[in-house]
Every structure is written in structure tokens, then in C-alpha cells.
């Protein structure tokens, strides 16, 4: 069995794509972009913790 995808987000965000993200079985993250949902970014589990370890440390400047 596939990752389980999030339904679409209710909200309407004015036409702009939303992200969604997944985790496998074997642990790896699949992030995808609701206005294409085919096109699927992988990331292994390290990586993904690597990331959100960044986010939550403030090292992105968004």
C-alpha cells in the first residue's frame, strides 16, 4: 500500500497550490503540490528531520 495522502484543504487559497506531505511505510517523506499532484519530491527519513529540524530553529528566512 502507498502513502495516504491528506484530502484537498477545504479552504479556498485563491487559486495558489497547496503542499501536502506523506510518510511511507519504510519511513520515507513524500511531499507533493496539490495543483500537481503526480509530480512527488522524496526525501529519507534523515533528510526530512533534517529539514523540519531547520524550520523549527527558525534557519529559513521566510
Known amino acids: 500500500m502507498g ?14 497550490s497547496t503542499p501536502s506531505s506523506s510518510v511511507a511505510n519504510d ?5 507533493r503540490d496539490s495543483k500537481n499532484p503526480n509530480a512527488i ?13 531547520g524550520v523549527r530553529d527558525g534557519e529559513f528566512d521566510l
Open 41 to 53: 519530491l522524496e526525501f529519507a527519513p534523515t533528510e526530512w528531520a533534517a529539514f523540519t529540524g
Open 3 to 16: 502513502p495516504r495522502w491528506p484530502p484537498p484543504c477545504s479552504t479556498s487559497r485563491g487559486g495558489r
Open 27 to 31: 519511513g520515507v517523506v513524500g511531499v
